[in-house]
């Protein structure tokens, strides 16, 4: 196959649930099913190598050493297949049998849908997908890690347009995360951290990008966590597809209860990348004021939204030295008057290096438009006590679901944030200083103005006044005819 008959051939399953099951809840049957085969046919070629290289020695083909994950007897892609009666019930013990002898990797992958429940899966329908994925042998021989890798993203992108609202809670727009990627730069052997990492692609996108770039990334020590079950899933087989294996994702709540400690504190990063759920209202706003890890560094955020928890906490997890992070968040943490104290904090602490502004719709499934906060815990000297804004709105290409970034949009973005320096009509460096004296607020147009682009064409005083006055002199024949018209009448 090549990558478009892999896609149409994954993309197929999803036909069998059509009418039955809600479009945002394919993911937690089709990803499952999908990961189940390729481990069972991978385990297959595994045996048939160490078979052949054996001379035929049954028992050496089946030691542990010769597979990258275990299939216990009876839990078997060949096996399910065979059954017809109660089929949900015997995938669910296999999903459990296989997460048992391979708990290290593998514990709780499967997820927690209901196959058992025939309501919604009847046992045709169960033998249907079975059959489906039947038809082709997943195999790394066939199947490339890297080709399933891209064919897997393009199943996380397909069940993200079909499910509405909840598309952003697994899926962030793919072109940003190069953005985001591109800007933080990550280098061999450092560490990448997403609090809430959805199905994992920023993580993905840094390991991918050095790949390409020909470096090392089997170093880069990668690390998420998600609340959801059924996402963290969806992130830890992304990974797994693939072909990484040097990666922690840990399901929970990142503000509630961060999983990732060191020495009883949060452990520190190089890199944070996140797009956090933006404006949270039920979180444990008692609990961050007096928050055991330290976190409030610049206050407790108000009950209705929960962003500057979420900044505190990945400012609390970088790195003193090394650290920087890039997080994508709606417009209002730049300049909401309830949060006006903490981001003074912050930019006295003087770690914001950057403000990105993005176009509208880049959030899936959401009109808003978007930004990028960039900071740096050890900023260039010739940074400091300054913060580039950059208004790339209009950099965007508009599409019905989602907008994109074109690399076009992209490169112009990265060349004038690494530059940083003044740009007309598109990027500013601004002293701090100046920033607290406006109220601390970080409105990007404040300081870059999408209206200074049209100012070479703005007519003169005069002309705005002769033109006004003959819109009001139309304006009031206007009138005049339709009154004379009505009392016509």
């Known amino acids: 196959m090549n990558l478009k008959e892999l896609e149409t051939y994954l993309w197929g399953a999803a036909t069998y649930l059509r009418g039955v099951i809600d479009a945002g809840d394919y993911k937690q049957y089709i990803f499952p099913l999908l990961f189940f085969k390729r481990i069972c046919d991978v385990y297959d070629e595994e045996y048939n190598v160490a078979l052949e290289e054996s001379d035929g020695d049954l028992d050496y083909a089946s030691f542990a050493e010769n597979h990258r994950f275990q299939v216990p007897e009876g839990s078997h892609w060949a096996d399910i297949r065979s059954v017809t009666v109660n089929v949900g019930q015997s995938l669910n013990k296999a999903f459990r049998e296989i997460?048992?002898?391979?708990?290290?990797?593998?514990?709780?992958?499967?997820?927690?849908?209901?196959?058992?429940?025939?309501?919604?899966?009847?046992?045709?329908?169960?033998?249907?997908?079975?059959?489906?994925?039947?038809?082709r042998n997943l195999n790394i021989t066939n199947v490339p890690n890297d080709m399933l890798g891209q064919a897997y993203e393009y199943l996380i992108r397909k069940f993200a347009d079909d499910s509405g609202h909840t598309a952003a809670e697994f899926y962030t727009n793919r072109t940003v995360v190069r953005l985001m990627s591109l800007i933080a730069d990550p280098q061999e052997g450092e560490s990448i951290y997403d609090p809430t990492c959805g199905s994992g692609g920023l993580l993905l996108n840094c390991a991918m990008m050095l790949k390409d770039a020909e470096k090392e990334y089997r170093t880069l020590?990668?690390?998420?966590?998600?609340?959801?079950?059924?996402?963290?899933?969806?992130?830890?087989?992304?990974?797994l597809l693939h072909g990484f294996e040097e990666f922690s994702?840990?399901?929970?709540?990142?503000?509630?209860?961060?999983?990732?400690?060191?020495?009883?504190?949060?452990?520190?990063?190089?890199?944070?990348?996140?797009?956090?759920?933006?404006?949270?209202?039920?979180?444990?706003?008692?609990?961050?004021?007096?928050?055991p890890f330290g976190r409030n560094i610049w206050g407790t955020p108000p009950q209705g939204c929960a962003d500057y928890a979420f900044q505190q906490h990945i400012m609390k997890s970088l790195n003193p030295q090394t650290g920087r992070c890039v997080v994508l968040w709606p417009h209002g943490i730049l300049f909401?008057?309830?949060?006006?104290?903490?981001?003074?904090?912050?930019?006295?602490?003087?770690?914001?290096?950057?403000?990105?502004?993005?176009?509208?719709?880049?959030?899936?499934?959401?009109?808003?438009?978007?930004?990028?906060?960039?900071?740096?815990?050890?900023?260039?000297?010739?940074?400091?006590?300054?913060?580039?804004?950059?208004?790339?709105?209009?950099?965007?290409?508009?599409?019905?679901?989602?907008?994109?970034?074109?690399?076009?949009?992209?490169?112009?973005?990265?060349?004038?944030?690494?530059?940083?320096?003044?740009?007309p009509l598109f990027a500013r460096v601004v002293e701090n200083e100046e920033i607290l004296n406006n109220n601390a607020t970080l409105s990007i147009p404040l300081y870059v103005s999408r209206m200074q682009k049209e100012e070479k064409n703005t007519a003169s005083l005069e002309e705005i006044y002769a033109q006004w006055q003959k819109s009001s002199d139309e304006l009031y024949s206007s009138l005049d005819e339709l009154i004379n018209t009505l009392e016509g009448k």
């Open 99 to 135: 997460e048992r002898i391979n708990a290290q990797q593998l514990q709780g992958i499967f997820g927690d849908a209901e196959w058992t429940n025939k309501e919604r899966l009847t046992d045709e329908m169960l033998c249907n997908l079975i059959e489906h994925f039947s038809q």
């Open 336 to 423: 909401r008057d309830a949060e006006q104290a903490m981001r003074k904090a912050m930019i006295e602490s003087d770690c914001v290096e950057a403000v990105i502004g993005l176009g509208a719709n880049l959030f899936y499934n959401s009109p808003m438009e978007a930004c990028l906060l960039i900071c740096r815990m050890q900023k260039p000297e010739e940074r400091k006590g300054k913060i580039l804004f950059i208004n790339a709105v209009d950099e965007v290409k508009h599409e019905k679901t989602a907008s994109q970034l074109e690399e076009q949009h992209i490169q112009k973005i990265l060349k004038a944030y690494r530059e940083y320096k003044d740009i």
């Open 249 to 291: 994702v840990e399901r929970g709540d990142t503000l509630k209860d961060p999983r990732f400690m060191e020495f009883d504190e949060l452990q520190r990063f190089d890199v944070v990348l996140a797009n956090p759920p933006y404006s949270i209202k039920a979180w444990d706003q008692k609990g961050f004021t007096n928050d």
């Open 221 to 239: 020590r990668l690390y998420g966590q998600e609340i959801n079950l059924i996402t963290s899933s969806i992130a830890r087989m992304n990974m």
